[in-house]
T-cell receptor, first 116, second 116 residues
Framework: AQKITQTQPGMFVQEKEAVTLDCTYDTSDPSYGLFWYKQPSSGEMIFLIY??????QNATEGRYSLNFQKARKSANLVISASQLGDSAMYFCAMREGWDTGNQFYFGTGTSLTVIP | DARVTQTPRHKVTEMGQEVTMRCQPILGHNTVFWYRQTMMQGLELLAYFRNRAPLDDSGMPKDRFSAEMPDATLATLKIQPSEPRDSAVYFC??????????????FGPGTRLTVL
């Protein structure tokens, strides 16, 4: 079974609107971390936001927030007030266990296009 | 500021030639990951190291790929002989293996490899 599933290959959003990018995960480990990365057309991978499995509150970083629904095993990324510079690929990833040296499992990504 | 560096950034070579890609992880990071990204397969984990020891290289074609860490400041990925299907972007990422769960992986800019 896939560890990380991103079901939206492509998404469009109007500038200044909010958009939600879906991510579901599969693990039996009670300790895990969830990460979102952005990959613009230039190719670099940029870390956006982290959510730990024991965190009680949803993570937020500026215009990014993570809608963490543990029972549903979902970790959706919400981008508020979209900007043209948000157009990029977005990857959801998970690391299992406490050890941060463990590998990441990445989803297939969602391509977001912000329309002026 | 600290960042992962990779050389070369671009490489064009002919089928059958040896290719060596280099990565300098962030100073103090003790885990290093090699990924390959293609349109068809997305991000694939090839190999990863902890404290210079290989932990998992099951994602790598063993007959032609090899990954090493000669020292803590250098990781190498070699392909010999290269084939057109190896054309991809190869990312190196480093991280700090610890019990602080929110430690993310830091990605290098990638090496874009084209095998003719």
């Amino acid at each position: 079974a896939q560890k990380i599933t991103q079901t939206q290959p492509g998404m469009f959003v109007q500038e200044k609107e909010a958009v939600t990018l879906d991510c579901t995960y599969d693990t039996s480990d009670p300790s895990y971390g969830l990460f979102w990365y952005k990959q613009p057309s230039s190719g670099e991978m940029i870390f956006l936001i982290y959510q730990g499995s024991y965190d009680q509150q949803n993570a937020t970083e500026g215009r990014y927030s993570l809608n963490f629904q543990k029972a549903r095993k979902s970790a959706n990324l919400v981008i508020s007030a979209s900007q043209l510079g948000d157009s990029a690929m977005y990857f959801c990833a998970m690391r299992e266990g406490w050890d941060t040296g463990n590998q990441f499992y990445f989803g297939t990504g969602t391509s977001l296009t912000v329309i002026p | 500021d600290a960042r992962v560096t990779q050389t070369p950034r671009h490489k064009v070579t002919e089928m059958g030639q040896e290719v060596t890609m280099r990565c300098q992880p962030i100073l103090g990071h003790n885990t290093v990951f090699w990924y390959r990204q293609t349109m068809m397969q997305g991000l694939e984990l090839l190999a990863y190291f902890r404290n210079r020891a290989p932990l998992d290289d099951s994602g790598m074609p063993k007959d032609r790929f090899s990954a090493e860490m000669p020292d803590a400041t250098l990781a190498t990925l070699k392909i010999q002989p290269s084939e057109p299907r190896d054309s991809a972007v190869y990312f190196c990422a480093s991280g700090l293996g610890s019990l602080v769960m929110n430690n993310e992986q830091f990605f290098g800019p990638g090496t874009r490899l084209t095998v003719l």
